[in-house]
């Protein structure tokens, strides 16, 4: 069984920062990619920031430049640092992991519990 475990959501002022982060843990022999997605009320679920084992980077376009993705592989653990928050931001952030459990599988993908982020006055 893999688990994923996210952190460091809340409530921030417009302007503000936010740091999570989503541990990866259980089985595991490799992962590839690691993102952050979220999901607003009402809205579909959207990809915010996506990052590959090898470090390349991809943002959408309504975060470029305010958050940075990064992760730790020794720790299997992907980050998200958010900056000039916006309320347009507030929604619940997931994290996913393409994780392989065995050294013979394919790569399968999990997902976090999901953390709340809110950014109101």
């Known amino acids: 069984q893999v688990q994923l475990v996210e952190s460091g959501g809340g409530l921030v002022q417009p302007g503000g920062s936010l740091r999570l982060s989503c541990a990866a843990s259980g089985s595991i022999v490799s992962i590839n990619a690691m993102g952050w997605y979220r999901q607003a009320p009402g809205k579909e679920r959207e990809l915010v920031a996506d990052?590959?084992?090898?470090?390349?980077?991809n943002y959408a376009h309504s975060v470029k430049d305010r958050f940075t993705i990064s992760r730790d592989n020794a720790k299997n653990t992907v980050y998200l640092q958010m900056n000039s928050l916006k309320p347009d931001d507030t929604a619940v952030y997931y994290c996913?992991?393409?994780?392989?459990?065995?050294?013979?599988?394919?790569?399968?993908?999990?997902w976090g519990q999901g953390t709340q982020v809110t950014v109101s006055s």
């Open positions: 990052i590959g084992s090898g470090g390349r980077t």
């Open positions: 996913k992991a393409e994780v392989a459990q065995y050294s013979w599988s394919a790569y399968y993908d999990y």
